[in-house]
Protein backbone atom coordinates (compact mmCIF):
# COMPACT_ATOMS: atom_id res chain seq x y z
CA UNK A 1 0.00 0.00 0.00
CA UNK A 2 2.86 2.32 0.16
CA UNK A 3 2.53 2.63 -3.94
CA UNK A 4 -0.96 3.97 -3.21
CA UNK A 5 0.54 6.52 -0.42
CA UNK A 6 2.92 7.77 -2.84
CA UNK A 7 0.75 8.37 -5.41
CA UNK A 8 -2.18 10.44 -3.51
CA UNK A 9 1.26 13.02 -2.42
CA UNK A 10 2.05 12.63 -6.14
CA UNK A 11 5.39 10.93 -5.71
CA UNK A 12 4.84 8.43 -7.79
CA UNK A 13 3.32 8.31 -11.38
CA UNK A 14 0.35 5.83 -11.63
CA UNK A 15 1.16 4.16 -14.48
CA UNK A 16 4.50 2.75 -12.80
CA UNK A 17 2.33 1.38 -10.30
CA UNK A 18 1.66 -2.58 -10.49
CA UNK A 19 -1.60 -3.51 -11.35
CA UNK A 20 -1.41 -6.94 -10.28
CA UNK A 21 -0.32 -5.44 -6.30
CA UNK A 22 -2.96 -5.93 -3.67
CA UNK A 23 -6.04 -4.06 -4.28
CA UNK A 24 -9.14 -2.78 -1.95
CA UNK A 25 -11.56 -3.03 -4.11
CA UNK A 26 -15.54 -2.15 -4.00
CA UNK A 27 -17.94 -3.39 -6.43
CA UNK A 28 -20.95 -1.47 -7.94
CA UNK A 29 -24.23 -2.62 -9.76
CA UNK A 30 -27.17 -1.38 -10.81
CA UNK A 31 -30.43 -2.37 -12.20
CA UNK A 32 -32.73 0.52 -13.97
CA UNK A 33 -36.28 -1.18 -12.80
CA UNK A 34 -37.80 -3.49 -10.20
CA UNK A 35 -39.34 -6.27 -12.32
CA UNK A 36 -38.51 -9.41 -11.26
CA UNK A 37 -36.30 -10.12 -14.71
CA UNK A 38 -34.43 -6.98 -13.61
CA UNK A 39 -33.46 -8.26 -10.06
CA UNK A 40 -32.79 -11.55 -10.99
CA UNK A 41 -29.90 -9.90 -13.74
CA UNK A 42 -28.53 -7.81 -10.46
CA UNK A 43 -27.91 -11.24 -8.96
CA UNK A 44 -26.20 -12.35 -12.14
CA UNK A 45 -24.44 -9.47 -11.77
CA UNK A 46 -23.50 -10.05 -8.19
CA UNK A 47 -22.29 -13.94 -8.87
CA UNK A 48 -20.60 -12.89 -11.36
CA UNK A 49 -18.42 -10.28 -9.52
CA UNK A 50 -17.80 -12.92 -7.13
CA UNK A 51 -16.42 -15.34 -10.06
CA UNK A 52 -14.41 -11.71 -11.28
CA UNK A 53 -13.00 -11.55 -7.27
CA UNK A 54 -12.05 -15.14 -7.67
CA UNK A 55 -10.13 -14.76 -11.01
CA UNK A 56 -7.99 -11.77 -8.99
CA UNK A 57 -6.53 -13.09 -6.06
CA UNK A 58 -4.75 -9.78 -5.22
CA UNK A 59 -8.52 -8.28 -5.05
CA UNK A 60 -9.94 -7.20 -1.70
CA UNK A 61 -13.39 -7.05 -1.73
CA UNK A 62 -14.44 -3.78 1.25
CA UNK A 63 -18.40 -3.27 -0.13
CA UNK A 64 -20.47 -3.93 -2.21
CA UNK A 65 -22.59 -0.54 -3.50
CA UNK A 66 -26.44 -1.69 -5.42
CA UNK A 67 -28.92 0.81 -6.79
CA UNK A 68 -31.93 -0.52 -7.63
CA UNK A 69 -35.20 0.64 -10.06
CA UNK A 70 -32.88 3.44 -10.46
CA UNK A 71 -31.87 5.42 -13.60
CA UNK A 72 -28.41 5.93 -14.63
CA UNK A 73 -28.44 9.09 -16.24
CA UNK A 74 -28.21 10.79 -13.01
CA UNK A 75 -25.74 10.50 -10.18
CA UNK A 76 -27.84 12.58 -7.85
CA UNK A 77 -30.75 10.18 -8.11
CA UNK A 78 -28.68 7.13 -6.42
CA UNK A 79 -28.16 6.89 -3.47
CA UNK A 80 -25.61 4.05 -2.92
CA UNK A 81 -23.31 5.13 -5.66
CA UNK A 82 -22.93 8.66 -4.03
CA UNK A 83 -22.55 6.48 -0.95
CA UNK A 84 -19.49 4.96 -2.55
CA UNK A 85 -18.13 7.79 -3.91
CA UNK A 86 -18.37 9.00 -0.28
CA UNK A 87 -16.31 6.49 0.90
CA UNK A 88 -13.43 6.56 -2.08
CA UNK A 89 -13.00 10.35 -0.98
CA UNK A 90 -12.15 8.54 2.66
CA UNK A 91 -9.84 6.34 1.33
CA UNK A 92 -11.85 2.26 2.05
CA UNK A 93 -10.92 1.37 -1.05
CA UNK A 94 -8.47 2.05 -4.16
CA UNK A 95 -10.65 0.44 -6.94
CA UNK A 96 -14.10 0.68 -8.35
CA UNK A 97 -15.01 -2.53 -9.82
CA UNK A 98 -18.17 -2.46 -12.58
CA UNK A 99 -19.22 -4.71 -15.42
CA UNK A 100 -19.41 -2.02 -17.90
CA UNK A 101 -20.24 2.34 -18.78
CA UNK A 102 -23.67 2.12 -19.12
CA UNK A 103 -23.57 0.44 -15.27
CA UNK A 104 -21.31 3.55 -13.74
CA UNK A 105 -23.40 5.92 -15.97
CA UNK A 106 -25.47 7.16 -18.34
CA UNK A 107 -24.01 10.51 -18.44
CA UNK A 108 -21.16 11.61 -20.39
CA UNK A 109 -20.77 14.92 -18.24
CA UNK A 110 -21.33 12.74 -14.96
CA UNK A 111 -18.92 9.69 -16.02
CA UNK A 112 -15.84 12.51 -16.48
CA UNK A 113 -16.32 14.45 -14.25
CA UNK A 114 -16.63 11.47 -11.84
CA UNK A 115 -13.73 9.15 -12.84
CA UNK A 116 -11.31 12.59 -12.86
CA UNK A 117 -12.40 13.18 -9.41
CA UNK A 118 -11.36 9.64 -8.55
CA UNK A 119 -8.36 9.73 -10.43
CA UNK A 120 -7.09 12.89 -8.76
CA UNK A 121 -7.48 10.88 -5.18
CA UNK A 122 -6.15 7.80 -6.40
CA UNK A 123 -9.00 5.61 -6.89
CA UNK A 124 -9.02 3.86 -9.98
CA UNK A 125 -12.39 2.37 -11.82
CA UNK A 126 -12.14 -0.89 -14.17
CA UNK A 127 -15.15 -1.28 -16.71
CA UNK A 128 -14.36 -5.01 -16.93
CA UNK A 129 -16.70 -5.27 -20.22
CA UNK A 130 -15.63 -2.80 -21.77
CA UNK A 131 -11.92 -3.42 -20.75
CA UNK A 132 -11.09 0.29 -19.52
CA UNK A 133 -9.07 1.07 -16.37
CA UNK A 134 -9.20 4.71 -15.76
CA UNK A 135 -5.51 5.02 -14.80
CA UNK A 136 -4.27 3.83 -18.39
CA UNK A 137 -3.00 6.92 -20.79
CA UNK A 138 -5.76 6.13 -23.21
CA UNK A 139 -8.42 5.25 -20.44
CA UNK A 140 -10.11 8.73 -20.37
CA UNK A 141 -10.74 8.40 -24.27
CA UNK A 142 -12.10 5.29 -25.01
CA UNK A 143 -14.24 6.02 -21.43
CA UNK A 144 -15.59 9.13 -23.03
CA UNK A 145 -16.46 7.11 -26.40
CA UNK A 146 -18.21 4.49 -24.46
CA UNK A 147 -19.91 7.03 -22.41
CA UNK A 148 -21.20 8.90 -25.26
CA UNK A 149 -22.73 5.48 -26.43
CA UNK A 150 -24.15 4.73 -22.96
CA UNK A 151 -26.03 8.57 -23.21
CA UNK A 152 -27.27 7.69 -26.77
CA UNK A 153 -28.98 4.74 -25.51
CA UNK A 154 -30.52 6.64 -22.50
CA UNK A 155 -31.93 9.39 -25.50
CA UNK A 156 -33.14 6.37 -27.89
CA UNK A 157 -34.94 4.79 -25.03
CA UNK A 158 -36.15 7.77 -23.78
CA UNK A 159 -38.09 8.27 -27.03
CA UNK A 160 -39.06 4.54 -27.30
CA UNK A 161 -40.87 5.74 -23.84
CA UNK A 162 -42.17 8.62 -25.31
CA UNK A 163 -43.68 6.93 -28.92
CA UNK A 164 -44.75 4.40 -26.04
CA UNK A 165 -47.03 6.52 -24.15
CA UNK A 166 -48.51 8.15 -27.34
CA UNK A 167 -50.05 4.97 -27.92
CA UNK A 168 -51.16 4.26 -24.65
CA UNK A 169 -53.10 7.75 -24.36
CA UNK A 170 -54.26 6.82 -27.98
CA UNK A 171 -55.81 3.60 -26.52
CA UNK A 172 -56.98 5.13 -23.61
CA UNK A 173 -54.81 3.94 -20.83
CA UNK A 174 -55.37 4.76 -17.62
CA UNK A 175 -52.37 6.76 -15.68
CA UNK A 176 -51.55 7.37 -12.07
CA UNK A 177 -51.98 5.46 -8.96
CA UNK A 178 -55.61 6.09 -8.17
CA UNK A 179 -55.93 8.12 -5.07
CA UNK A 180 -58.31 10.76 -6.56
CA UNK A 181 -61.37 11.96 -4.48
CA UNK A 182 -64.53 10.49 -5.31
CA UNK A 183 -63.20 7.42 -6.90
CA UNK A 184 -61.40 4.31 -6.04
CA UNK A 185 -59.30 2.41 -9.04
CA UNK A 186 -60.46 -1.08 -9.95
CA UNK A 187 -57.49 -2.42 -12.78
CA UNK A 188 -57.82 -0.29 -15.25
CA UNK A 189 -60.78 1.74 -14.53
CA UNK A 190 -62.20 3.68 -12.07
CA UNK A 191 -65.55 2.99 -10.20
CA UNK A 192 -67.06 5.43 -7.63
CA UNK A 193 -66.73 6.35 -3.85
CA UNK A 194 -70.16 7.09 -3.37
CA UNK A 195 -68.83 9.03 -0.03
CA UNK A 196 -66.05 11.13 -1.10
CA UNK A 197 -68.06 11.67 -4.54
CA UNK A 198 -70.74 12.99 -2.59
CA UNK A 199 -68.00 15.48 -0.81
CA UNK A 200 -66.97 16.77 -4.72
CA UNK A 201 -70.22 17.19 -5.19
CA UNK A 202 -71.06 19.74 -2.26
CA UNK A 203 -67.96 21.40 -3.57
CA UNK A 204 -69.71 22.19 -7.34
CA UNK A 205 -72.56 23.30 -5.87
CA UNK A 206 -70.96 25.47 -2.86
CA UNK A 207 -68.56 27.14 -5.59
CA UNK A 208 -71.79 27.73 -8.13
CA UNK A 209 -74.02 29.05 -5.31
CA UNK A 210 -70.98 31.73 -5.29
CA UNK A 211 -68.46 30.88 -2.39
CA UNK A 212 -64.54 30.89 -2.61
CA UNK A 213 -62.34 28.28 -1.94
CA UNK A 214 -61.53 29.41 1.30
CA UNK A 215 -65.34 29.32 2.43
CA UNK A 216 -65.75 26.08 0.77
CA UNK A 217 -62.89 24.51 3.12
CA UNK A 218 -63.92 26.25 5.88
CA UNK A 219 -67.04 24.28 5.56
CA UNK A 220 -65.82 20.83 4.52
CA UNK A 221 -63.15 20.99 7.82
CA UNK A 222 -66.43 21.99 9.84
CA UNK A 223 -68.92 19.24 8.50
CA UNK A 224 -65.63 16.80 8.67
CA UNK A 225 -65.53 15.66 5.20
CA UNK A 226 -62.22 13.87 4.47
CA UNK A 227 -60.14 14.25 1.63
CA UNK A 228 -58.64 11.56 -0.51
CA UNK A 229 -55.82 10.70 1.87
CA UNK A 230 -58.46 10.29 4.96
CA UNK A 231 -57.86 13.41 6.51
CA UNK A 232 -59.98 16.17 7.39
CA UNK A 233 -57.45 18.91 6.36
CA UNK A 234 -58.63 21.26 3.47
CA UNK A 235 -57.49 24.27 2.31
CA UNK A 236 -58.60 26.51 -0.43
CA UNK A 237 -55.68 25.17 -3.05
CA UNK A 238 -57.12 21.35 -2.43
CA UNK A 239 -60.64 23.02 -3.24
CA UNK A 240 -59.46 24.44 -6.42
CA UNK A 241 -57.40 21.43 -7.51
CA UNK A 242 -60.86 18.96 -7.30
CA UNK A 243 -62.75 22.43 -9.28
CA UNK A 244 -59.86 21.90 -12.40
CA UNK A 245 -60.05 18.28 -12.37
CA UNK A 246 -61.84 16.95 -15.25
CA UNK A 247 -61.55 13.53 -14.42
CA UNK A 248 -64.74 14.28 -12.78
CA UNK A 249 -66.91 14.91 -15.88
CA UNK A 250 -65.49 11.02 -16.93
CA UNK A 251 -62.96 12.33 -18.79
CA UNK A 252 -59.49 11.57 -19.13
CA UNK A 253 -56.99 14.31 -19.33
CA UNK A 254 -53.00 13.81 -20.93
CA UNK A 255 -49.84 16.27 -21.10
CA UNK A 256 -50.42 17.89 -17.58
CA UNK A 257 -47.13 17.39 -17.42
CA UNK A 258 -43.76 16.06 -18.54
CA UNK A 259 -40.44 15.77 -18.04
CA UNK A 260 -37.79 18.27 -19.46
CA UNK A 261 -35.52 16.51 -20.77
CA UNK A 262 -33.98 12.42 -21.05
CA UNK A 263 -30.45 13.45 -18.63
CA UNK A 264 -32.84 15.71 -16.12
CA UNK A 265 -35.63 14.08 -16.08
CA UNK A 266 -37.03 16.93 -13.82
CA UNK A 267 -41.54 16.89 -13.83
CA UNK A 268 -42.55 20.31 -15.31
CA UNK A 269 -45.80 20.82 -15.15
CA UNK A 270 -47.63 21.96 -18.13
CA UNK A 271 -49.43 25.60 -17.24
CA UNK A 272 -51.26 26.09 -20.64
CA UNK A 273 -54.43 24.55 -20.26
CA UNK A 274 -55.20 24.96 -24.28
CA UNK A 275 -52.19 21.85 -24.80
CA UNK A 276 -54.08 19.32 -22.59
CA UNK A 277 -55.60 16.47 -24.54
CA UNK A 278 -59.06 15.03 -23.24
CA UNK A 279 -60.42 11.34 -23.96
CA UNK A 280 -63.75 10.34 -23.30
CA UNK A 281 -63.32 7.90 -20.21
CA UNK A 282 -65.14 4.30 -19.34
CA UNK A 283 -65.79 5.52 -16.20
CA UNK A 284 -69.01 7.35 -14.77
CA UNK A 285 -69.22 11.04 -14.58
CA UNK A 286 -69.37 12.29 -10.56
CA UNK A 287 -70.34 16.03 -12.03
CA UNK A 288 -71.90 17.14 -15.29
CA UNK A 289 -69.70 18.79 -18.09
CA UNK A 290 -72.37 21.38 -17.98
CA UNK A 291 -71.70 21.58 -14.35
CA UNK A 292 -67.66 21.54 -14.54
CA UNK A 293 -67.73 24.04 -17.94
CA UNK A 294 -69.93 26.59 -15.52
CA UNK A 295 -67.06 26.41 -12.53
CA UNK A 296 -64.26 27.06 -14.95
CA UNK A 297 -66.20 29.91 -16.33
CA UNK A 298 -66.33 31.58 -12.64
CA UNK A 299 -62.91 30.55 -11.51
CA UNK A 300 -61.36 32.45 -14.51
CA UNK A 301 -64.05 35.19 -14.28
CA UNK A 302 -62.95 35.82 -10.73
CA UNK A 303 -58.89 36.64 -12.09
CA UNK A 304 -58.15 40.26 -13.52
CA UNK A 305 -55.75 41.79 -15.84
CA UNK A 306 -53.09 43.83 -13.71
CA UNK A 307 -51.04 46.24 -15.34
CA UNK A 308 -46.97 46.38 -14.60
CA UNK A 309 -44.75 49.09 -13.93
CA UNK A 310 -42.35 47.70 -16.96
CA UNK A 311 -45.80 47.67 -19.32
CA UNK A 312 -46.06 44.11 -19.02
CA UNK A 313 -49.97 42.22 -18.15
CA UNK A 314 -50.78 39.69 -16.12
CA UNK A 315 -53.53 37.57 -14.35
CA UNK A 316 -54.23 38.11 -10.40
CA UNK A 317 -56.32 39.06 -8.29
CA UNK A 318 -54.00 41.42 -6.72
CA UNK A 319 -51.13 43.95 -7.39
CA UNK A 320 -48.11 42.73 -6.18
CA UNK A 321 -46.38 46.59 -6.59
CA UNK A 322 -46.70 46.99 -2.98
CA UNK A 323 -43.87 47.75 -0.20
CA UNK A 324 -46.34 46.26 2.39
CA UNK A 325 -46.25 43.18 0.69
CA UNK A 326 -42.91 43.22 0.35
CA UNK A 327 -41.98 43.91 3.66
CA UNK A 328 -44.51 41.33 5.38
CA UNK A 329 -43.30 37.89 6.69
CA UNK A 330 -46.27 36.91 9.12
CA UNK A 331 -44.61 34.97 12.28
CA UNK A 332 -46.16 31.38 11.41
CA UNK A 333 -43.79 32.05 8.81
CA UNK A 334 -45.69 32.94 5.48
CA UNK A 335 -45.82 35.64 3.05
CA UNK A 336 -48.66 38.23 3.33
CA UNK A 337 -50.86 39.15 0.28
CA UNK A 338 -53.01 42.50 0.38
CA UNK A 339 -56.92 42.19 -0.38
CA UNK A 340 -59.39 44.74 -0.78
CA UNK A 341 -61.25 45.34 2.17
CA UNK A 342 -63.70 48.36 2.11
CA UNK A 343 -64.23 51.79 -0.30
CA UNK A 344 -63.93 54.89 1.46
CA UNK A 345 -66.79 57.52 1.81
CA UNK A 346 -64.54 59.98 -0.72
CA UNK A 347 -64.13 56.47 -3.44
CA UNK A 348 -60.21 55.80 -2.09
CA UNK A 349 -59.92 52.07 -1.25
CA UNK A 350 -58.77 50.77 2.10
CA UNK A 351 -56.63 47.61 1.73
CA UNK A 352 -55.63 44.85 4.26
CA UNK A 353 -53.28 42.10 4.70
CA UNK A 354 -53.54 38.72 5.83
CA UNK A 355 -50.97 35.68 5.77
CA UNK A 356 -51.29 32.69 2.69
CA UNK A 357 -50.98 30.74 5.75
CA UNK A 358 -54.69 31.84 7.01
CA UNK A 359 -55.70 32.17 3.70
CA UNK A 360 -55.16 28.62 2.11
CA UNK A 361 -55.39 26.56 5.28
CA UNK A 362 -57.95 28.34 7.13
CA UNK A 363 -57.47 29.94 10.71
CA UNK A 364 -56.40 28.61 13.40
CA UNK A 365 -59.74 29.71 15.47
CA UNK A 366 -61.78 28.11 13.60
CA UNK A 367 -60.35 24.87 13.46
CA UNK A 368 -60.24 24.93 17.19
CA UNK A 369 -64.00 25.23 17.48
CA UNK A 370 -64.83 22.56 14.70
CA UNK A 371 -62.46 20.28 17.77
CA UNK A 372 -59.68 20.07 14.61
CA UNK A 373 -56.00 19.96 15.32
CA UNK A 374 -54.87 23.89 15.16
CA UNK A 375 -50.77 23.23 15.07
CA UNK A 376 -49.28 25.00 12.51
CA UNK A 377 -52.50 27.01 11.34
CA UNK A 378 -52.22 31.32 11.56
CA UNK A 379 -54.41 32.74 14.47
CA UNK A 380 -54.08 36.46 13.54
CA UNK A 381 -56.91 38.03 11.57
CA UNK A 382 -56.54 40.93 9.04
CA UNK A 383 -55.58 43.75 9.52
CA UNK A 384 -55.50 47.58 7.78
CA UNK A 385 -53.00 49.34 5.76
CA UNK A 386 -53.78 52.51 8.31
CA UNK A 387 -51.80 49.93 11.32
CA UNK A 388 -49.02 49.72 9.20
CA UNK A 389 -48.63 53.56 8.10
CA UNK A 390 -49.39 54.71 11.64
CA UNK A 391 -46.50 52.18 12.98
CA UNK A 392 -44.23 53.92 10.21
CA UNK A 393 -45.32 57.20 11.26
CA UNK A 394 -44.35 56.41 15.00
CA UNK A 395 -40.93 55.01 14.62
CA UNK A 396 -39.67 57.44 12.31
CA UNK A 397 -40.67 60.14 14.21
CA UNK A 398 -38.57 58.72 17.03
CA UNK A 399 -35.60 57.66 14.47
CA UNK A 400 -34.90 60.77 12.98
CA UNK A 401 -35.46 62.75 16.21
CA UNK A 402 -33.47 66.58 15.24
CA UNK A 403 -34.85 66.58 11.49
CA UNK A 404 -32.75 70.18 11.00
CA UNK A 405 -29.63 68.78 12.36
CA UNK A 406 -29.67 65.43 10.10
CA UNK A 407 -30.65 67.97 6.84
CA UNK A 408 -27.71 69.65 7.61
CA UNK A 409 -25.77 66.60 7.75
CA UNK A 410 -26.57 65.33 4.21
CA UNK A 411 -26.38 68.41 2.78
CA UNK A 412 -22.78 68.72 4.05
CA UNK A 413 -21.84 64.84 3.64
CA UNK A 414 -22.71 65.55 -0.05
CA UNK A 415 -20.78 68.47 -0.41
CA UNK A 416 -17.86 67.12 0.67
CA UNK A 417 -18.16 64.44 -1.56
CA UNK A 418 -19.35 66.74 -4.83
CA UNK A 419 -16.17 68.26 -3.43
CA UNK A 420 -13.76 65.45 -3.80
CA UNK A 421 -15.59 64.62 -6.59
CA UNK A 422 -14.60 68.39 -8.38
CA UNK A 423 -11.20 67.82 -7.23
CA UNK A 424 -10.75 64.85 -8.87
CA UNK A 425 -12.44 66.17 -12.30
CA UNK A 426 -10.03 69.73 -12.17
CA UNK A 427 -7.08 67.10 -11.54
CA UNK A 428 -8.01 65.08 -14.57
CA UNK A 429 -8.41 68.47 -16.63
CA UNK A 430 -4.99 69.94 -15.65
CA UNK A 431 -3.66 66.57 -16.56
CA UNK A 432 -4.95 66.51 -20.08
CA UNK A 433 -4.43 70.47 -20.91
CA UNK A 434 0.05 69.09 -19.88
CA UNK A 435 -0.38 66.55 -22.08
CA UNK A 436 -1.74 69.02 -24.99
CA UNK A 437 1.05 71.42 -24.24
CA UNK A 438 3.53 68.32 -24.68
CA UNK A 439 1.92 66.95 -27.66
CA UNK A 440 2.24 70.74 -29.29
CA UNK A 441 5.98 71.10 -28.51
CA UNK A 442 6.44 67.72 -30.29
CA UNK A 443 4.42 68.52 -33.38
CA UNK A 444 6.35 72.05 -33.41
CA UNK A 445 10.30 70.14 -32.91
CA UNK A 446 8.79 67.25 -35.72
CA UNK A 447 8.40 70.32 -38.29
CA UNK A 448 11.73 71.34 -37.19
CA UNK A 449 13.40 67.99 -37.37
CA UNK A 450 11.81 67.42 -41.13
CA UNK A 451 12.92 71.24 -42.72
CA UNK A 452 16.48 70.29 -40.96
CA UNK A 453 16.34 66.99 -43.33
CA UNK A 454 16.61 64.24 -39.76
CA UNK A 455 13.57 62.64 -41.01
CA UNK A 456 11.94 61.43 -44.20
CA UNK A 457 9.18 62.49 -45.40
CA UNK A 458 7.01 58.78 -44.65
CA UNK A 459 8.32 59.24 -41.08
CA UNK A 460 7.91 62.45 -40.36
CA UNK A 461 3.46 61.93 -41.91
CA UNK A 462 3.53 58.85 -39.76
CA UNK A 463 4.48 60.42 -36.70
CA UNK A 464 2.40 63.59 -37.52
CA UNK A 465 -0.22 61.76 -37.89
CA UNK A 466 -0.11 59.52 -34.73
CA UNK A 467 0.32 63.06 -32.54
CA UNK A 468 -3.16 64.59 -34.34
CA UNK A 469 -4.82 61.51 -33.58
CA UNK A 470 -3.81 61.89 -29.88
CA UNK A 471 -4.48 65.57 -29.32
CA UNK A 472 -7.88 65.21 -30.93
CA UNK A 473 -8.71 62.35 -28.45
CA UNK A 474 -7.41 64.68 -25.87
CA UNK A 475 -9.24 68.05 -26.77
CA UNK A 476 -12.73 66.21 -27.31
CA UNK A 477 -12.56 63.95 -23.59
CA UNK A 478 -11.58 67.67 -22.44
CA UNK A 479 -14.95 69.09 -23.85
CA UNK A 480 -16.78 66.22 -22.60
CA UNK A 481 -15.94 66.98 -19.03
CA UNK A 482 -16.45 70.72 -19.44
CA UNK A 483 -19.55 70.00 -20.73
CA UNK A 484 -20.53 66.84 -17.66
CA UNK A 485 -19.54 70.17 -15.44
CA UNK A 486 -21.84 72.62 -16.33
CA UNK A 487 -24.67 69.62 -16.69
CA UNK A 488 -23.96 67.78 -13.24
CA UNK A 489 -23.71 71.13 -11.07
CA UNK A 490 -25.07 70.15 -7.40
CA UNK A 491 -28.17 72.19 -6.98
CA UNK A 492 -28.20 72.38 -3.16
CA UNK A 493 -31.22 73.89 -2.64
CA UNK A 494 -33.37 71.82 -4.79
CA UNK A 495 -31.98 68.83 -2.32
CA UNK A 496 -32.73 70.58 0.29
CA UNK A 497 -35.95 70.95 -0.56
CA UNK A 498 -36.11 67.20 -1.22
CA UNK A 499 -34.96 66.10 1.77
CA UNK A 500 -37.23 68.01 4.13
CA UNK A 501 -40.20 66.79 1.99
CA UNK A 502 -38.79 63.37 2.76
CA UNK A 503 -38.37 63.30 6.30
CA UNK A 504 -41.67 65.53 7.15
CA UNK A 505 -44.10 63.31 8.69
CA UNK A 506 -47.11 64.77 9.71
CA UNK A 507 -50.02 64.47 7.94
CA UNK A 508 -48.68 62.75 4.70
CA UNK A 509 -47.17 59.58 6.21
CA UNK A 510 -44.02 58.36 5.66
CA UNK A 511 -42.40 57.98 2.16
CA UNK A 512 -41.90 54.68 0.26
CA UNK A 513 -38.26 55.60 -0.47
CA UNK A 514 -37.38 55.71 2.69
CA UNK A 515 -39.20 53.01 4.18
CA UNK A 516 -37.61 50.60 1.37
CA UNK A 517 -34.12 52.34 2.44
CA UNK A 518 -34.05 51.49 6.84
CA UNK A 519 -37.10 48.72 7.18
CA UNK A 520 -36.29 45.12 5.64
CA UNK A 521 -39.03 43.22 7.57
CA UNK A 522 -42.18 43.60 9.46
CA UNK A 523 -43.61 40.71 11.44
CA UNK A 524 -47.31 40.61 12.84
CA UNK A 525 -47.04 38.82 16.03
CA UNK A 526 -50.01 39.40 16.76
CA UNK A 527 -53.56 41.97 15.26
CA UNK A 528 -51.80 44.46 17.75
CA UNK A 529 -47.59 43.39 17.87
CA UNK A 530 -45.88 44.08 15.38
CA UNK A 531 -41.55 43.65 14.94
CA UNK A 532 -39.88 45.92 12.84
CA UNK A 533 -36.83 44.98 11.69
CA UNK A 534 -34.36 47.90 10.49
CA UNK A 535 -31.33 48.35 8.69
CA UNK A 536 -30.02 51.94 10.08
CA UNK A 537 -26.12 51.84 8.71
CA UNK A 538 -23.48 49.46 8.23
CA UNK A 539 -22.76 47.05 10.60
CA UNK A 540 -26.41 48.41 13.10
CA UNK A 541 -29.53 46.45 12.53
CA UNK A 542 -32.31 47.03 14.98
CA UNK A 543 -35.69 45.29 16.12
CA UNK A 544 -38.11 47.26 17.31
CA UNK A 545 -41.15 46.54 18.65
CA UNK A 546 -44.45 48.59 17.97
CA UNK A 547 -48.02 47.88 19.71
CA UNK A 548 -51.19 49.45 18.19
CA UNK A 549 -54.76 48.95 19.17
CA UNK A 550 -57.78 51.13 19.44
CA UNK A 551 -60.03 51.92 16.01
CA UNK A 552 -57.76 54.48 13.88
CA UNK A 553 -60.06 57.33 15.00
CA UNK A 554 -58.09 57.09 18.52
CA UNK A 555 -55.28 55.06 18.21
CA UNK A 556 -51.99 55.94 19.53
CA UNK A 557 -48.97 53.25 18.21
CA UNK A 558 -46.45 52.76 21.11
CA UNK A 559 -42.98 51.50 21.08
CA UNK A 560 -42.49 48.10 22.72
CA UNK A 561 -38.84 48.30 22.97
CA UNK A 562 -35.69 48.70 20.55
CA UNK A 563 -33.47 45.97 20.28
CA UNK A 564 -30.50 46.47 18.25
CA UNK A 565 -28.93 43.02 17.95
CA UNK A 566 -25.20 44.31 16.34
CA UNK A 567 -23.37 47.31 17.53
CA UNK A 568 -25.71 48.48 19.93
CA UNK A 569 -26.02 52.32 20.56
CA UNK A 570 -28.00 55.31 19.26
CA UNK A 571 -28.64 56.08 15.53
CA UNK A 572 -25.88 58.49 14.69
CA UNK A 573 -26.84 61.59 12.97
CA UNK A 574 -24.39 61.04 9.99
CA UNK A 575 -26.09 57.41 9.42
CA UNK A 576 -29.36 58.77 9.52
CA UNK A 577 -28.24 61.73 6.63
CA UNK A 578 -26.83 58.75 4.84
CA UNK A 579 -29.66 56.87 4.90
CA UNK A 580 -32.44 59.41 3.76
CA UNK A 581 -29.91 60.56 0.90
CA UNK A 582 -30.19 56.83 -0.02
CA UNK A 583 -33.69 57.04 -0.10
CA UNK A 584 -33.80 60.48 -2.47
CA UNK A 585 -35.24 60.10 -5.80
CA UNK A 586 -32.40 59.70 -8.23
CA UNK A 587 -33.60 62.85 -10.30
CA UNK A 588 -33.27 65.13 -7.26
CA UNK A 589 -29.47 64.54 -7.28
CA UNK A 590 -27.88 66.74 -10.47
CA UNK A 591 -24.39 65.00 -9.41
CA UNK A 592 -24.29 61.70 -7.58
CA UNK A 593 -20.28 60.56 -7.18
CA UNK A 594 -19.27 57.39 -7.13
CA UNK A 595 -18.47 56.81 -3.59
CA UNK A 596 -21.21 58.95 -2.17
CA UNK A 597 -23.23 58.39 1.05
CA UNK A 598 -26.54 58.24 -1.43
CA UNK A 599 -24.62 55.90 -4.00
CA UNK A 600 -23.15 53.30 -1.74
CA UNK A 601 -26.64 53.25 0.33
CA UNK A 602 -28.34 52.90 -3.56
CA UNK A 603 -25.72 49.84 -4.29
CA UNK A 604 -26.10 48.06 -1.39
CA UNK A 605 -29.85 47.88 -1.55
CA UNK A 606 -29.19 46.35 -5.32
CA UNK A 607 -27.10 43.83 -4.26
CA UNK A 608 -29.75 42.52 -1.49
Known amino acids: MR ?17 NRKRKVAVYGRVSTEHEAQIAALENQMQWYDDQARYHPNWEIQDRYIDEGITGTQAKKRPSFLRMIDDARQGKFDLIVTREVCRFARNVVDTLVITRELKGIGVEVYFIEDNIWTMDGDGELRLSLMATLAQEESRKTSERVRAGQKVSREKGVLYGNGNILGYDRVGDTYQINEEQAETVRMIFDLYLQGKGSLQIANELNASHRKSAMGMVKWCASSVVRVLKNATYTGTKCYNKSRNNNYLDQHRVLNLDASTYLYQEGDFPAIVSKEIWNKAQSIRINRRKAVALRDGKVTISNRSSEDIWVNKLRCSCGYACRRDKWHVRKDGSISYGYQC ?12 EEMGLDSEGYCGIRMYGDWKLEMMAETLFEQLLGDKHQIIQTALELLKKYYRESSRKDQQGNSERKIQLERIDTRLRNLTVMRADGEIGKEEYQQLRDQLENEKS ?24 QALEELVRLKGKGVSRELVDQIVYRVTPVSETHFEWYLHLGPGTDAQVGLLVEGKKGNCVPSVNGIREFLNPGEVKTDVAASQILGSLPTEQLHRLPSGSPASIVRFRRKAA
Not at 3 to 19: A, V
Not at 476 to 492: D, P, S, V, Y
Open 356 to 367: YNRINNGSKQKR
Open 473 to 496: RLEAAQKEAEAAECREALNLEQIQ
Open 3 to 19: DDYNYRFKLTDYTQLDR
